[in-house]
């Protein structure tokens, strides 16, 4: 874990109390320094500088079901063109995926990804939880911008953009 997030979790630690999966959230991104705005009574939205671009947080809670639903949008607008190449490409990175999936919003034409967790009968959020799920979307964002930019800017097909995006530089420049 880097500084950063030690810091961060430290600061949340504090009151390691279960709370509401939004006001648990709402903490992580005040304890960041991420300006956030509440949407609704259920629904905190956040932006979020990524290594290749800001995104997009949204998290939406449905307590009847005791799901929270994240979505991370890295900004990625599909030209119809393209649209083919990248669902081909979402079946290839959504195959390496262990939590959540990203997928196109039908409105819009807009790349995300969504994760779901479900939550216990109390339908509460830990601080370790809320920081995990926001991180591997961050993470999985980061891991897979460039394949879409290869694909939309690159002229790629997508099994070029995934593999092009997967190599690991060796050493640092």
Known sequence: MSQVMRTVQDDIDRDDEEAAPVEM??????????????SGEDEISAEVKGAW??????????????????LCLPDIRIADGKR????????LINEQLWLGHFDVWSNGGVVLYRHGLMLGPEGLLGPGEAQ??????????????????????????????????????????
Do not use: H, N
């Open 25 to 38: 959230l709402a903490s992580l991104f005040e304890a960041r320094d991420w300006p956030f705005e509440y």
């Open 84 to 91: 083919a190449a990248v669902y081909e490409a979402l079946a």
């Open 132 to 173: 995990m799920v926001v991180e591997a979307a961050i993470e999985e964002c980061d891991r897979f911008y460039p394949v879409f930019q290869f694909i939309l800017w690159g002229d790629k097909t997508p099994a070029e953009a995934l593999a092009a995006a997967m190599v690991d530089a060796a050493g640092e420049a």
């Open 53 to 70: 671009a800001s995104y997009q947080i949204q998290a939406i809670w449905r307590p009847e079901d005791r799901v929270l639903q994240l």
